[in-house]
Structures are given as structure tokens and as C-alpha cells.
């Protein structure tokens, strides 16, 4: 009736496991197979977020199962169950993108509210999509238990008339073929060979760039985070982690006790050198959260502004993922970011080691050009900034990899959502020189903070990606290349200044400055506050509508709860 360890006596599974009261609960164990010993060992979660909705969640179960072999192989016991993803890919460019980002928190909820309500001691997270690796890493730091997450892989690049190809190429053919610069018959051959196996999207845009901060912020095993999902070794990082889970158990290491300030500035560093994704902006400050730890984007630019950019991955760059694992992965670009003073190497991570302690017997690859030396980089800035003005007091955010000017000026063009600016876009009902703006798709007001990668795409495959910009309060995709500022704030629907724009108004962005403004007075800028109403979200019922309720700004990541900085008492000491 009772554990044989002293372990379990300080684990939240003796509340169900433990003590004659507990038969019934121990029945129920009993009735999916579990012997004595089994039921009095530490329970571990084992999460993922596998479905059929698109490739990269697709090989998660697989992975689950090596992972329980690992946990049973360390001596405890796996209790496997599975939750929620919305892929950006199929919710690209219609009403479905507004699930995307609250699938966050509901990922996050739905895994604290398992783990909560069957006691269990510990957590492995895999995840393979862009909402779901923050929603899961989030819930690991809120629930505060020993944790590891675990990426799913990336896709392997396609091949389309002998060139490599991802779905980046897909959504840009798009407006290629709307301007008679690609045939039919090639788009229907393109959308068939880019994505030629199980995994999330290749290059360096949102699953990708979590992925990398999952090993920089010391949540996953180094390493683990770049293989490719079809990849065998994967197997092998996945039974290694669940016996390591064991080992954290014991040792009671906590996620708090690894995301620190400087955990987190780590991952900033390790997104603004891969180029990566402007999303971690968001998710970021909304995993710092969940720790009690301020952290806005502001913070983020801070760190993005400060760190070279070095890796010369997709969008802005040549190679994918698939190509930096074989090279080195992530750890050669956390080694060469330690080695010039812009990691810091004495944080915890999931290993029991410091990062400076993995990365010590990590060697530079100089037989590889997909990471420059941080004394050498590609820029010596990241390759995301951030930007703030009068447009933008609450800050907004632009990538700049690859991109040959980092200042833009022109005369708005307004749109009260995005579908009236992708048809203006597809009819070619613009002119060079525009800044296109997107209002009403913020977190609140769209709800939702729909990515905007339909109309990018488009664009770029007009051949205008770098002749026009486009500001919105929404987000814009990992994959987004071309001159486009995102997470705008405040948001229109908060009354902020991006809904006070009018056509014709003169912005100026500048990401060498870090500024973001619009030619007009304060005075004028008032008195338009004044006469303003903000148009109120279509979602009147459902989650939608408990989403708009709730969420806080971009800027501290979209928040739908006060975090630990409101905790009395956090679940681990239950």
C-alpha cells in the first residue's frame, strides 16, 4: 500500500498512489495493466502533441514510445496522454489562423491540467509545431516539475527541377503563378514534392527557432532539437531522455531552476543569430512569465541587438535545418556564441550541467559554412529587431536577415484585416513604394494575432518583397521574408496609434535606429484619438470570444493569466 522509497514520499503522486485511502486509486491502476511495483514508482507525464492535422506532429507517438522506454528503463513510471495542435501551415491565410496562437494556451492548460489532476511527478514534452513547443515549455516552467522537452525533427527538403525546396517556396509560387511567372502545371508539381516526409517545416522559421531555444534555454538534451523527424536517431535521444528524467527526479532539478534571466537571454541570443523567427518575441516573454521573470520585448530586442548573426539558414539564408544538424547543430552555434562572450555559460540545464560544461568538448567544424564564428558573422547585429516610435509605443518587431536595406519610407495603405490586404495584393492593387498596413489582427482584436504569410508570400512572389513594406499588429510568419514589421503595439482594437493611421500618412522605419513612426504631430495624433472607435472582434461566443476576453499585449506575449509572479504556491510542492 505504501512506497518503498523515500522519494516518493515528497512527490505529488503519493497523493494517489500512497496509504490505505488510496486503494481506489490504486485500482484503477491496476485495471490498465500496472503492477505494485510500477504504481509506487514516480509517475512521469509523457506529453506530446501528436494528430493527423499535418506532418510535423506526425511521427510524435513514435517518439513517445521511445521516450517511455527510457522513463521505464530509469525506474518510473511512463503515464503517456496527448493534447492539442493547430498547424500555422493549414491555418495559413483564413479564419482558421485565429486558433493558431490561442492554441498556445490551450496546450499549455491542457498539459498543467493533466499532470494537476493525476498527481504526476515529472514531465517529457514533445512537440513539433509553432504553437505547440512554447505551449509546452510553458506549461513545464508553470507546473515547475522536473521536465525535458523533446522537438519532434524537422522536415527534409524537397526537390523540384533539381533544386532544393520548402513550403516557403510553395506559399511564394503562389503569387509567382498570380502574375503568370510560374504555369499551372509547375505549381501543381511544386506543391507535390516539397514536403517529401514527416516533420516540422525545414527552415529556419517559428517550429525551428523554438526548437533551437529549447537546447539554448537548457530544456532539451543537447543535440536533440536538430535531427530530423524521420531521422533513427531520434529514437535514441528520445530513450535518453526518459531515463534522464529519472535522474532529474532525483536530483530535483525544476524548470525554474534552469529558465533563469539568463537562461532566457541565451535563447534571444541563440533566435537573433539563427535569423530565426520573430514569433519568439512573443513566446519568450510569455515563458518567462510562467516563471516569475519580466522579460518583454523589449528585453528580447535588447538581446537581439547586442548578437551577431551567424547562421546562414532559410528564409533569409541557403541551408535548413537538416543541413546545420549534419554540421554540428545547435551546439556548434552555442559554442561559438560562449566562446566570444555572447552566451552566458554557468546556467543549469536539463543534463545537470551548465551550457559551458555541454559545450566543452564541442569543436569548431571548419570544413562547413552554415555557421560563420560569432567574431565573423554574416551581420553584426541579429537578425531580428526590435523597433518603437510613435507608431509603435508598446514596440513592434522586424526580421532583417538577408535583407539589403534596413530603412524604408512611404505613404500608408490601410486594411482593416488581412483578407482585404492579401485581394488588394493578389489584384496587384498597390504600388511600389507603399507600406502596406494590417490593423485589427492583434491578440485581442483579431483575436487571435493571426501570422500573415499568405500576403508576404505573395508579395515576394510578385518580385515586390523588397520594393514595398507591410506593418500590422498580427504576426508574420517564420517564414517571412521582405520588409514586414509585426507585433505592433499597442493594437488597434486597444486604441493604439496603427488604428489612428489613414491613407496617404508618410511612415518611416528605420531598423538601423530601431524606430518605427508616422509623420504626424501629437496634436494631430490626439485629436484623432479623440473621434476613434475601435471596431469591435466578430467572436461573440465559443473560445474566440473567452481568448479576447483574456489576452494580455504582444509585448508581454500575449498573456491569458497573471503567471508565477501571482503564485502562492506552485504544483511541484504540492
Not at 482585404?420 to 495584393?425: G, Q, S
Not at 508616422?518 to 475601435?534: H, N, Q
Request: proline content about 6%; some cysteine.
Amino acid at each position: 500500500m505504501d512506497a518503498r522509497t523515500d522519494l516518493k514520499s515528497r512527490l505529488p503522486s503519493r497523493h494517489v498512489t500512497e496509504g490505505p485511502e488510496r486503494a481506489p486509486h490504486r485500482s484503477y491502476y491496476y485495471a490498465m495493466g500496472l503492477t505494485k511495483q510500477q504504481i509506487h514508482q514516480p509517475f512521469v507525464g509523457v506529453a506530446s502533441c501528436w494528430n493527423e492535422a499535418a506532418p510535423c506532429n506526425i511521427a510524435l507517438m513514435r517518439q513517445a514510445q521511445a521516450v517511455k522506454k527510457g522513463v521505464a528503463a530509469g525506474g518510473a513510471t511512463p503515464r503517456e496522454f496527448c493534447t492539442i495542435t493547430v498547424t500555422d501551415g493549414i491555418a495559413m491565410g483564413h479564419e482558421g489562423m485565429k486558433s493558431s496562437l490561442p492554441s498556445r494556451e490551450v496546450i499549455a492548460d491542457s498539459v498543467e491540467l493533466t499532470i494537476r489532476g493525476h498527481a504526476y511527478d515529472a514531465l517529457v514534452g514533445i512537440a513539433g509545431c509553432d504553437k505547440s513547443l512554447p505551449g509546452m515549455m510553458m506549461a513545464m516552467c508553470r507546473l515547475n516539475v522536473p521536465s525535458i522537452f523533446i522537438y519532434g525533427g524537422s522536415i527534409l527538403p524537397g526537390s523540384f527541377k533539381g533544386q532544393p525546396v520548402t513550403i516557403q517556396d510553395v506559399f511564394e509560387a503562389v503569387g509567382r503563378h498570380s502574375v503568370g511567372d510560374l504555369s499551372d502545371g509547375d505549381l501543381d508539381e511544386l506543391e507535390q514534392v516539397a514536403c517529401p516526409s514527416a516533420g516540422a517545416c525545414g527552415a529556419q522559421f517559428t517550429a525551428n527557432t523554438m526548437a533551437t531555444v529549447s537546447e539554448a534555454i537548457g530544456l532539451a538534451l543537447p543535440y536533440s532539437a536538430g535531427a530530423p523527424a524521420p531521422y533513427e536517431i531520434r529514437d535514441r535521444f528520445c530513450m535518453t531522455a526518459g531515463e534522464q528524467i529519472v535522474e532529474l527526479i532525483r536530483r530535483n532539478i525544476r524548470p525554474r531552476d534552469i529558465v533563469t534571466r539568463e537562461a532566457l537571454e541565451n535563447a534571444a541570443a541563440a533566435v537573433a543569430a539563427t535569423g530565426g523567427s520573430t514569433n519568439a518575441a512573443l513566446h519568450l516573454p510569455a515563458i518567462a512569465s510562467e516563471c516569475g521573470i519580466a522579460f518583454d520585448l523589449f528585453d528580447v530586442s535588447d538581446v537581439f541587438k547586442r548578437t551577431p548573426y551567424i547562421a546562414d539558414l532559410k528564409p533569409g539564408g541557403r541551408y535548413v535545418a537538416k543541413d546545420l544538424f549534419e554540421v554540428g547543430g545547435i551546439p556548434l552555434i552555442l559554442k561559438t556564441l560562449l566562446d566570444h562572450g555572447f552566451l552566458h555559460g554557468d546556467c543549469m540545464t536539463v543534463t545537470g550541467r551548465t551550457m559551458a560544461q555541454n559545450l566543452a568538448s564541442v569543436s569548431w567544424n571548419k570544413a562547413q559554412d552554415v555557421v560563420r564564428p560569432a567574431n565573423r558573422p554574416l551581420l553584426p547585429t541579429g537578425g531580428v529587431v526590435g523597433l518603437k516610435g510613435n507608431l509603435a509605443p508598446d514596440g513592434a518587431i522586424v526580421k532583417i536577415a538577408g535583407m539589403e536595406s534596413i530603412t524604408f519610407t512611404g505613404p500608408a495603405r490601410c486594411f482593416d484585416g488581412e483578407e482585404a490586404c492579401f485581394e488588394a495584393v493578389r489584384k496587384r492593387r498597390y504600388k511600389e513604394g507603399d507600406v502596406l498596413v494590417i490593423r485589427y489582427e492583434g491578440p485581442q482584436g483579431g483575436p487571435g494575432m493571426r501570422e500573415m504569410l499568405a500576403t508576404t508570400a505573395a508579395l515576394y512572389g510578385q518580385g515586390t518583397g523588397g520594393k514595398v513594406a507591410l506593418i500590422t499588429d498580427g504576426r508574420f510568419s517564420g517564414a517571412t521574408r521582405g520588409f514586414c514589421v509585426g507585433h505592433v503595439g499597442p493594437e488597434a482594437a486597444a486604441g493604439g496609434p496603427i488604428g489612428l493611421i489613414q491613407d496617404g500618412d508618410i511612415i518611416e522605419i528605420d531598423a538601423e535606429a530601431g524606430t518605427l513612426n508616422v509623420k504626424l504631430s501629437k496634436a494631430e495624433l490626439d485629436a484623432r484619438r479623440a473621434a476613434f472607435k475601435p471596431k469591435r472582434t466578430t467572436a461573440t461566443s465559443g473560445y474566440l470570444w473567452k481568448y479576447a476576453q483574456q489576452v494580455g499585449p504582444a509585448r508581454t506575449g500575449a498573456l491569458t493569466h497573471p503567471g508565477a509572479v501571482a503564485e502562492k504556491k506552485c504544483y511541484a510542492d504540492v
